[in-house]
């Protein structure tokens, strides 16, 4: 039931402006079921009709006077009432699509554009198996039930409202009799609807967690393969299979036991009002005849008044999972969004210099990473970042362009925080090509201008010429148009980087950062990219981290972190000298022969 | 639809006994307008006894309406479930049968969707069938013989009604299969979009390309709303027609009866009867009609699951018994092509390396290394050539044979969320904590591990997003190397590691792993110059073969790879 307010808020957001079409759809079931409820009217009078029309015709007296003209009459309006039941039930259920489609739609774009406002924290923390299937299976959820239920809905509500009004309006007590069951038939329903709720629920998030567990283990089948685990897998699918199955047994079963629970308890209901309706008819003022006729009547009434609540509960187990879908993507749109400033400043390259000024940060509370980190990067530079793994390299970069947030200290370019410059033009300045290089589906040539979605075939060229790759890409049939997906591989490791170093430099960034971009392409090509590099870096500020020292000593400075701090600054020649950390470094990887 | 009877036949029992309560139902729900029927006449002629033992009826129709229901949403739901549940295991473990070759062809997305959304329309269905499959042929059939004996003459107006409704439903049927074919492809698409947007996020965000991924997912979306709008259109029609028809067929034989009335008065009281059973047969029509809907969906569902079921593995391994291999490696004019591809990538491949031999092998960035690799693990089969692990053809081996022989360290280095112990333990099943120990030592990740709070139960997250590249590669090494296995193959698996670490790395490979034959693929001269012979590769073939000396000295491919690597300063 908790989770009913919230799905109310959800779905009035989203179907909040397709009002017109859904207040149309309320009138057309309104009319229909008006027309429905008066075609039996005219049903009875062309009987009547007819019965009239048989009289005179078979007294041989009034035969001539005989005609058919009132019941063809009534069975002409017969057919207009037909025709409008059907006319009025196509449109509005042609409303409904329309509503239910495109508000899903609109609900599994905003489900996006929400992912990409969020932080990178929650996707690391988060699975992605989990989130996806927000989309294809809570969404379907969302979706049969708006599709199929929305009508049932209305339909049910005004014939419930209706019912109640004609009920009270023949006589207020024996409409109060037959709804006093009411209440007892509303806690039954909570209960019930208490634990469908909780069972649907925990369905929901077991979905979740399998397809969390299919979508790793699929996209990691390499080292299932590798390493024979294939029966290590199956167990491990085995069991969230098995608990999805007995949750959503539960959940199903659940919901799905209101539908007969109510029409057990329209028959109940029923045989209520008939005792205590004769009873009360034949204790009361009324004349015996009127009364009982009034019992007659309402016998049928009840019957009535049970008939939308358990049309309405026969596809609760739809409508609940529509709720519970409402949650699990409300869960999603409530998580916070990356902190832009409002109007942040713009900036259009670096004057003077980059600072890192004792900037202190750790991924968890009280696990810092980074213990007061400074670093002075004047325009133009090149700052190597060496040090052994996880002594925080990559941490700095992922701070450089804003994917987490220093936790004190600063960093500022020309003495403006970023954190007081716009994002999107911080981003757009800062060019990084990660030390993950992931591909999307499209073209080669998509990939390559991924960041610049307007550039020419030439720039394409270009980037990808420096970045090395061009031979490769032009080899392959298909050339530029070739299709690939990140699983998809038709490329080599190091060519996936290069295409990832084409990536970025097309966008020609003011701020480049190169988080280990070569580490796995090979050295003469490395050399090469280097060579073209030259022309791109010069007048660039960069950072570059890197194992292979070689591809690092020319940097203008190289500062060497270890477990979070800056221990060794200086150019390549003043560290050898120093005798230090780096120079074991450089020794232990340099040393031939 | 065989297969899915085939999956059903174990649950027989569950299914009978859900359709035993759909009859008593069925019985319950035809009985009940009787009873109520009686008792307004009793009420009428107030005979208050028989509307006592007549309440009392409707009380016990009621309860065993319940009960049956009860029973009914029970089993239904149970086998229901367990028929998915056991469909979509079938589904895992034949994707756990595939080769490399074959999840390429699938691709990851797709096959979940297939586990998880295509096997829930299944599921929705055997449900709703299971609640209602006695009920229409009972309510159909039942109605129809009575509206015949009604009024014989009229038969024809039962005959055009339901060939007018065929109609409608071929109609709409053979277009909705092909919409919930495209459907669940336009599902799968925006699947593999916001997959690969939640993996490539830190991407998309570098490149402020937040609208533009939006702009792309919404025209995927959009496909998927339309062809939703497209089956929501067909489906309105269905309904409304099938009403408009039925109520049409009611008018007219009310219509012909007025004209015949004449002849045959009692036609009057007949025509009401034959409309109630017109109506109903309507009904039975109409709540088939919504099965069918499902069950059109569902049928495109199991298609694409058959597909699935249908896969051949592109290889499979012999069920020969098992056997203890050496780590003797040989390649005999070994050529490979990746499957859809014309240029060979390996051409002619032959060498033999010796148990416990360290090889190394270099080469330029998609020169086939990692291809060459993966061959002896029996990833790929070649197109032609042999390759022989412990001097038997690969071939003729069975999986876990080779597997515990052969240890190969992926390039890019994958973890599972869980813990660390449980990443360790996909390399040795049975790894105690000693073992744990020894691998991390080995691979230099028991610096950082024994660093964390829970050591070697700390969380590991989805992507291992909590560890930098390097610990990553180091626990892919641990993972790689706690087997103790006598072939390790490292694909460019110190390729993130400082270079002190990964001299640390090599000298305790040297002590711990001496008998292990040890073929590592690198970038780096120095990774691999000690080896006891270099492989030299060059778009595909093999072109040197040697000690570091020798090459130097006489190949000139790896010369032009060690000049790039030469200190600047001699020391
Ligand atoms: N799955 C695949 N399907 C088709 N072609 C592929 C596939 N994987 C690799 N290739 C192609 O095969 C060639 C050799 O690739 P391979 O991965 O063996 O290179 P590599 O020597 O390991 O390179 P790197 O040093 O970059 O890792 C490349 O040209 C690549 O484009
Ligand atoms: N998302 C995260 N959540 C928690 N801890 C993290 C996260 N990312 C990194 N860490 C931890 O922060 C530390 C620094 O990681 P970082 O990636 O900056 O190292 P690095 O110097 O780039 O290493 P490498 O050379 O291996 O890439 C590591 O101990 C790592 O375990
Ligand atoms: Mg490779």
Do not use: C
């Amino acid at each position: 039931m908790k989770d009913l307010k919230g799905a109310g808020r959800f779905f009035a957001h989203y179907l909040g402006k397709y009002w017109q079409k859904l207040s149309a759809v309320i009138l057309l079931t309104i009319m229909s079921t008006y027309f429905q409820v008066k075609a039996p009217v005219f049903m009875g009078h062309a009987f009547e009709d007819l019965a009239k029309y048989m009289q005179l015709y078979l007294n041989p007296a009034t035969r001539a006077t005989a005609t058919r003209t009132d019941f063809n009459h009534a069975i002409l309006n017969l057919i207009i009432f037909y025709i409008l039941i059907s006319a009025s039930m196509l449109i509005s259920s042609l409303l409904i699509s329309q509503v239910a489609g495109r508000s899903t739609g609109t609900m599994r774009i905003g489900l996006f554009r929400k992912m990409q406002r969020m932080k990178i924290s929650y996707f690391d923390t988060h699975s992605d198996g989990d989130i996806l299937s927000r989309y294809t299976s809570d969404l379907d959820n969302i979706f049969n039930a708006m599709n199929q239920a929305l009508f049932e809905v209305f339909n049910s509500v005004i014939l419930f409202v209706g019912m109640l009004i004609m009920m009270f309006r023949q006589n207020a007590t024996m409409a109060w009799i037959t709804i006093a069951t009411t209440p007892i038939a509303v806690i039954l329903a909570t209960i019930v609807i208490i634990k469908a709720e909780k069972y649907v629920n925990r369905q929901q998030d077991d979905v979740g967690k399998l397809n969390g567990y299919i979508n790793e283990q699929i996209t990691g089948q390499k080292v299932i393969i590798t390493n024979g685990l294939q029966e290590d897998s199956i167990n491990g699918f085995v069991k969230h299979n098995d608990q999805v199955k007995r949750t959503t047994f539960k959940g199903q079963a659940w919901s799905g036991i209101l539908y007969p629970l109510m029409q057990g308890m329209s028959l109940l209901n029923t045989a209520i009002v008939i005792f205590f309706g004769s009873w009360y008819v034949l204790n009361g003022s009324m004349s015996q005849a009127a009364g009982l006729g009034l019992v007659v009547i309402f016998v049928q009434y009840a019957q009535q008044y049970y008939q939308p609540i358990s049309s309405l509960t026969s596809l609760y187990s739809m409508i609940q999972l529509a709720i519970t879908g409402a949650r699990r993507i409300n869960e999603v749109r409530e998580q916070p969004d990356e902190v832009a400033p409002e109007n942040g400043k713009t900036f259009a390259g670096i004057d003077a210099k980059i600072n890192l000024k004792d900037v202190h940060f750790g991924y968890v509370p009280h696990k810092e990473i980074l213990h007061g980190i400074n670093i002075e990067v004047d325009k133009g530079q090149m700052v190597a970042l060496v040090g052994p793994t996880g002594s925080g390299k990559t941490t700095v970069m992922n701070l450089l362009n804003r994917f987490y947030d220093v936790d004190s200290g600063a960093i500022t370019f020309d003495d403006t925080d970023i954190r007081e410059m716009d994002l999107n033009n911080l981003r757009d300045n800062v060019g990084i090509v990660l030390q993950d290089p992931q591909l999307f589906s499209g073209t080669i040539a998509d990939n390559i201008k991924f960041g610049t979605p307007d550039a020419t075939e030439e720039e394409v060229f270009a980037a990808a010429r420096q970045a090395n790759i061009h031979d490769f890409i032009m080899s392959l049939p298909d050339g530029y148009q070739t299709q690939i997906d990140d699983d998809n591989s038709i490329f080599s490791a190091g060519q996936k980087q290069l295409m990832s170093i084409a990536r970025t430099i097309i966008t020609n960034p003011k701020l480049l950062i190169l988080d280990e971009a070569t580490s796995n392409v090979d050295t003469v090509t490395e050399a090469q990219i280097q060579a073209a590099m030259d022309n791109v870096i010069a007048g660039r500020t960069s950072f570059v981290i890197a194992h292979r020292l070689k591809t690092i000593l020319n940097a203008d400075k190289i500062v060497v972190l270890r477990d979070g701090e800056v221990i060794e600054e200086g150019s390549h020649k003043q560290l050898l000298a120093e005798k230090g950390f780096y120079s074991e470094l450089y020794h232990n990887q340099m040393v031939f022969e | 639809m065989t297969s899915l009877m085939t999956f059903m036949k174990k649950y027989r029992g569950d299914a009978i006994i859900a359709t035993l309560a759909t009859l008593v139902i069925a019985f319950a729900t035809l009985w009940q307008p009787r009873i109520l029927q009686e008792m307004i006449t009793a009420i009428l002629a107030r005979d208050q006894g028989t509307v006592f033992n007549l309440g009392i009826q409707l009380i016990g129709l009621a309860l065993l309406g319940i009960v049956a229901g009860v029973i009914n949403t029970i089993f239904s739901a149970k086998t229901a479930q367990e028929v998915s549940a056991d469909m979509r295991e079938k589904g895992y473990r034949k994707i756990q049968t595939f080769s490399f070759g074959n999840i390429e062809k699938f691709s990851a997305s797709n096959l979940v969707i297939r586990l998880t959304n295509d096997i829930n329309q299944v599921q929705m269905v055997i449900m709703s069938v299971l609640q209602q499959i006695t009920r229409i042929p009972i309510l159909f059939i039942g109605a129809f013989i009575l509206a015949i004996i009604t009024m014989p003459k009229f038969w024809w107006i039962i005959v055009i009604m339901l060939i007018l409704i065929v109609a409608v439903s071929a109609f709409s049927f053979t277009r909705m299969g092909n919409y919930f074919e495209k459907l669940q492809t336009t599902l799968e698409n925006n699947n593999t979009l916001a997959r690969e947007n939640l993996m490539g996020m830190r991407v998309v965000k570098s490149f402020v390309q937040e609208q533009n991924q939006i702009k792309k997912f919404s025209k995927s979306s959009d496909e998927m709303t339309d062809t939703t709008i497209r089956i929501g259109n067909l489906f309105s029609i269905l309904m409304p027609a099938f009403f408009l028809v039925g109520d049409l067929a009611v008018a007219g034989s009310i219509l012909l009866v007025g004209s015949m009335v004449t002849t045959d008065p009692s036609m009057i009281a007949a025509v009401q009867a034959f409309i109630s059973y017109l109506m109903q047969i309507l009904f039975a029509v109409v709540m088939g009609g919504f099965m069918m809907t499902g069950a059109s969906r569902a049928f495109v569902s199991l298609g694409r699951l058959q597909e699935i079921y249908d896969t051949e593995p592109e290889l499979t391994f012999p069920e020969t018994p098992e056997t203890d291999l050496t780590g003797d490696v040989t390649f005999e004019h070994v050529s490979f092509t990746y499957p859809g591809d014309q240029e060979p990538v390996l051409q002619d491949i032959s060498f033999s390396v010796k148990a416990g031999e360290m090889i190394g092998i270099v080469g330029a960035t998609g020169s086939g290394k990692t291809t060459l690799a993966q061959l002896i693990p029996r990833l790929y089969d070649p197109d032609s050539g042999v390759i022989k692990v412990g001097h038997e053809d690969i071939k003729q081996v069975n999986e876990s044979s080779l597997r515990k022989t052969v240890s190969y360290i992926l390039q890019r280095s994958t973890l599972f969320s869980g813990t660390i112990s449980h990443n360790l333990r996909q390399g040795k099943e049975d790894a105690t904590l000693d073992d744990m120990k020894w691998a991390a030592h080995v691979a230099q990740s028991a610096e950082f591990i024994e660093k964390l709070d829970n050591q070697y139960d700390a969380k590991v997250e989805e992507r291992s997003a909590n560890f930098s590249g390097g610990q990553k590669q180091r626990l892919s090494i641990t993972r790689g190397v706690i087997k103790q296995p006598d072939i390790l193959i490292m694909d460019d698996s110190t390729s993130a590691l400082d270079a002190r670490s990964e001299k640390l790395v090599q000298e305790a490979l040297d002590k711990e792993l001496n008998g292990t034959t040890t073929i590592i693929i690198a970038e780096k001269i120095s990774s691999i110059i000690k080896a006891d012979r270099i492989l030299v590769l060059d778009q595909g073939k093999l072109v040197g073969m040697g000690t570091h000396h020798e090459l130097v000295r006489n190949n000139e491919v790896y010369q032009e790879i060690y000049r790039t690597q030469k200190a600047l300063e001699e020391v």
